[in-house]
């Protein structure tokens, strides 16, 4: 099983890969958080430069529910994609 998400923010490109055995978020094909080993949930966290140059927090939060497998990330406390409904960003 590999699930990836592909999200555009901005002039950037976020992307999350889960595997059975690990989840990684990339940001501009940068690595910038790793969890490694079985998980039913798992946090990843990063950064991300805004059109004003300040960096933001980026937490990214995958969960096995019935069976399936949902991602929500958020850019500082702002949820911009969720596996339910994507959300403009």
Same mark, same amino acid.
């Given at each position: ?32 958080? *790793? ?13 991300? #430069?805004?059109?004003? /140059? @300040?960096?933001? *927090? ?13 991602? #929500?990330?958020?850019? /500082? @406390? ?12």
């Amino acid at each position: 099983m590999k699930d990836i998400w592909v999200i555009k923010y901005g002039d950037h490109t976020i992307r999350v890969v889960n595997t059975w055995t690990n989840e990684k978020l990339f940001v501009d094909g940068v690595l910038q958080d *790793e969890q490694v080993g079985l998980h039913l949930t798992s946090r990843l966290f990063g950064k991300v #430069r805004n059109k004003d /140059g @300040e960096y933001e *927090e980026i937490k990214v939060s995958i969960g096995s529910y019935f069976c399936k497998i949902e991602c #929500r990330i958020f850019v /500082g @406390e702002r949820l911009i994609y969720t596996t339910k409904q994507q959300m403009s960003g």
